[in-house]
């Protein structure tokens, strides 16, 4: 797929018939090739089932050899019986370390490992498509996935096989091991990534020994995405092994893990692709809260202090990850951040963008924050009330209109005393509002007259006028145009000073509530 | 205005608001009857009352609005019975006559939009005959006598004798303090004259101010209120406005709003709540200070953990204690 030229592109989006012809192209790549050059067949051997036990053993390795022999894909024509002869008998060998006990021996671990390592550790292509957006196209899948795809049924099966001893793998199985499986993780293919999430997890959960190294690692990944690259594909699915993780955290959380949360997960919310993961990091965030409650400030703190600015998408998953933190959050945290997030909240109530407005307005349909807020109504009125109030008069949109007013109706039926007031000083503030725009009008209209009639002042009187000597020390000679201006200026300053002073004293008296 | 002419507007209102009371037996009918599917009760109608408040505070609409729609609605009631499944229409259709007296036009809601917002079962068409049946029973005229003209002229002529009164007296809180009582069908027993008066003597406790009180007996002297009058509906106006600001919040009944929103946000809503797929895997404290039992399993979703479907892990029989304790790092 080549990048698209600007001809063929409508207001910056591609026209629909080229999207239409990319589409046809099922894209496929690989990086995988054949060290020789001459064709090398495979000659097929007796299945195994059909072995006698003692030579069971040596056919297992001979076929694991076997299936060292790597195939190219891209070419669909060559070498296609031998390609069928290994795809059989890598099914075969998933079948037998499946159903089989007493097959995983000492000397077979090696073997395996190097048939594992031979068939998927490999750079990944670079992407066709610089462009790729995962929303939007078509990934490229793995040329070699008849082979490949057996290859991590079989890793997973020998991983979960009852007779699997992690102290003879962690031999093969090492960091250089997983840091290669880790690279996998940004392949475009999600059939891949599915298989590698699965299989990170076990190896996550059967050594031990690596915990530290893979957490290490994944720390890197993120950090690397969110502040070099932004480029990584595997992200979702890396998270959603750290949800399992996270979940099995004891307590009290070590302080290494809720570094990981402050300087990792939470600004891993500012990526551009977040709509790809957000669901896993949600999730993610949420368990540590479950684990840790008194998390909660710096999470929100952090969460609010990255809220998008720019991106309504965004804003909209922002606020279901906050329903979902505050569906579990305990009512003493919530005192804590109910003023900084409520002043975020009915910021997004008075959004143009109608999905935002509705997600926020949305809370108020949830029993549980209603609880808390009714708690915290003395707190929490105040800040929505202005904005709620304003929205239901100005608000283009009718379904908003009409949230408005069920969330109003709420806030009032909790407290109808401070509900009162509120309405009370926000209709003073409005008519005193209105009053200073009046102020504001009749003080321009004087200046204008003002202007016409100084103006006729400066040409009888060029020389008196206090302020022009302050202002033309270094204009004298050239710029009459400056001189009168600047008069006019002072003369209007002086002028206007009494009016000035007025309106100052009515700013200076504070709203009361 | 000069205090002598507010008096005798004081008068005039006096004489006249004896048109505008409900009929009391009708109001004590409502008042004894049960939660029942074929009649107003007490309850019905001051929850009604309430919704009235909520639109007339969100279209913006004076408390006058509010306070004369409150005396159509409670003259209708008591005198013609109705369905609950009709009050909601004609409370609205009360609430619009009203608006159209007191608001100036353009700041008139649609009946279309009053209905939208309100969450009402009925048209605008069913609106619109309701109006007019209304108007015919109750022989519809623009000015009522309400109780609020009262606290108006109160609020007036305490503010003529006392220089800062302005300050002391607030006709805002006043008239929250009416809406307050209006909420509760009692109220609409009283004379205005007298529920407008106990609300300014409240206020006036409240504030203790020798001189308002001065004025307040004034008035009632005046008007001829007797002291027994008085004092019935200030205790009963001073035990409303206790209830009213209790810190004990009514529990919003919000199952009763519709929440509506887009089909985007609605899909969007539950995506979510999605069940993991990974089992939990347990975090091992591999402390030295720590014994190998209380490093059992901190199991947190109830799924099985790996190690124990697996069998080889670390803590079986296969893995020696000595190599356990010196691969720390997990």
């Avoid at chain 1, 906050?322 to 009915?346: G, N, Y």
């Avoid at chain 2, 409900?22 to 019905?44: F, H, N, Q, V, Y």
């Avoid at chain 2, 008239?175 to 007298?194: D, G, H, M, Y």
């Avoid at chain 2, 099985?304 to 080889?312: A, I, N, T, Y």
């Amino acid at each position: 797929m080549s990048a698209i030229s600007a001809s063929e592109k409508v207001d910056g989006f591609t026209r629909k018939s080229m999207r239409k012809a990319q589409k046809q192209r099922k894209s496929q790549g690989s990086s995988q090739y054949r060290t020789q050059s001459a064709p090398v067949e495979l000659s097929p051997l007796p299945q195994l089932k059909d072995a006698p036990s003692t030579e069971q053993q040596e056919l297992f390795t001979q076929k694991l050899q076997q299936c060292c022999m790597l195939f190219d894909f891209m070419d669909s024509v060559t070498d296609l019986k031998s390609k069928e002869i290994k795809r059989a008998t890598l099914n075969e060998l998933v079948d037998y370390v499946s159903t089989n006990r007493g097959v995983l021996v000492e000397t077979t671990y090696p073997e395996i490992t190097t048939m594992i390592c031979t068939n998927i550790f490999r750079t990944l292509p670079p992407s066709d498509n610089p462009d790729f957006d995962p929303e939007e196209d078509e990934p490229t899948l793995e040329a070699s996935w008849p082979h490949v795809q057996l290859v991590y049924e079989f890793l997973l099966r020998f991983l979960e096989n009852p007779d699997f001893q992690p102290s003879i793998a962690k031999r093969h199985i090492d960091q250089k091991f997983v840091l290669q499986l880790l690279e996998l993780f940004d392949s475009e293919d999600p059939r891949e990534r599915d298989f590698l999430k699965t299989i990170l997890h076990r190896i996550y959960g059967k050594f031990l020994g690596l915990r530290a190294f893979i957490r290490k690692q994944i720390n890197n990944i993120f950090l690397r995405f969110i502040y070099e690259t932004e480029h990584f594909n595997g992200v979702a699915e890396l998270l959603e092994i750290l949800g399992s993780i996270i979940n099995g955290f004891a307590l009290p959380l070590k302080a290494e893990h809720k570094q990981f949360l402050m300087k990792v997960l939470i600004p891993l919310h500012t990526a551009k692709a977040l709509a790809l993961f957000h669901a896993q990091l949600a999730y993610c965030v949420v368990q540590f809260l479950e684990k840790d409650p008194t998390l909660t400030e710096p999470v929100i703190r952090g969460l609010l202090k990255f809220w998008p600015k720019t991106c309504s998408q965004k804003e909209v998953m922002f606020l279901g990850e906050i329903e979902e933190i505050l569906d579990v959050i305990e009512p003493t945290q919530f005192k804590k951040i109910q003023e900084p997030l409520f002043k975020q909240i009915s910021k997004c109530v008075a959004n143009p963008h109608f999905q935002v407005a509705e997600r926020a307005l949305y809370f108020w349909n949830n029993e549980y924050i209603l609880s808390l807020i009714e708690e915290n109504i003395d707190k929490v009125l105040p800040i929505m009330f202005g904005s709620l109030y304003r929205i239901s008069k100005e608000h283009w949109n009718p379904t908003i209109v009409a949230l408005v007013y069920n969330v109003l109706k709420t806030l009032m039926e909790m407290n109808c005393t401070l509900f009162d007031e509120l309405t009370s000083s926000y209709k003073a503030d409005r008519q005193r509002e209105k009053k200073k725009e009046q102020e504001r009008d009749e003080l321009w209209k004087e200046l204008d007259e003002l202007r016409l009639s100084s103006s006729a002042l400066v040409q009888n009187n060029s020389h008196g006028l206090p302020g022009v000597q302050n202002n033309n020390n270094n204009n004298n000679s050239n710029n009459n145009d400056t001189q009168d201006k600047s008069a006019e200026a002072a003369a209007v300053t002086s002028e206007n000073k009494d009016p000035d002073d007025s309106v100052a004293a009515n700013e200076s008296s504070p709203c009361a509530k | 205005m000069d205090a002598f002419k507010l008096m005798k507007e004081l008068r005039v209102n006096y004489e006249q608001e004896a048109h505008y009371l409900p009929r009391e037996t009708g109001l004590r009918l409502i008042e004894s009857t049960t939660e029942d599917d074929s009649r107003i009760s007490a309850k019905c109608r001051d929850a009604k009352v309430e919704d009235v408040w909520s639109l007339t505070s969100f279209f913006g609409y004076s408390t006058q609005t509010f306070v004369l729609a409150v005396n159509l609605l409670d003259r209708f009631l008591a005198m013609i019975r109705i369905q609950p499944k009709h009050l909601s229409c004609v409370s609205v259709s009360c609430l619009h006559m009203a608006a159209k007296v007191t608001e100036e036009e353009c700041n008139l809601a649609p009946p279309v939009e009053l209905i939208r917002i309100g969450q009402c079962r009925f048209t605008a068409s069913d609106l619109c005959r309701m109006e007019k049946i209304v108007a015919e029973k109750l022989n519809f005229k623009s000015k009522a006598v309400t109780a609020l003209t009262f606290l108006d002229l109160y609020h007036q002529i305490a503010l003529s004798h006392c220089t800062d009164g302005k300050e002391i007296l607030s006709l805002e809180k006043l008239e929250a303090q009416l809406k307050a009582c209006l909420c509760r069908i009692s109220f609409s027993k009283a004379k205005p004259s007298v529920l407008a008066l106990s609300l300014l003597r409240q206020e006036i406790h409240a504030v203790q101010s020798e001189d308002m009180l001065e004025i307040a007996c004034h008035i009632q002297r005046h008007l001829k209120i007797t002291d027994a009058e008085l004092r019935l509906w200030s205790e009963r106006v001073a035990r409303r406005l206790s209830d009213y600001s209790s810190p004990e919040c009514s529990k919003p009944n919000h199952r009763k709003l519709q929440w509506i929103v887009s089909r985007r946000t609605a899909q969007n809503l539950h995506s979510y709540r999605t069940v993991p797929e990974l089992p939990t895997i347990p975090e091992h404290c591999w402390d030295e200070s720590e014994s190998e039992d209380s490093c059992e399993d901190v199991m947190s979703s109830g799924e099985e953990s790996l190690s124990s479907s697996l069998g080889s892990d670390a803590e079986g029989p296969y893995f020696p204690l000595h190599l356990r304790r010196q691969h720390l790092h997990a």
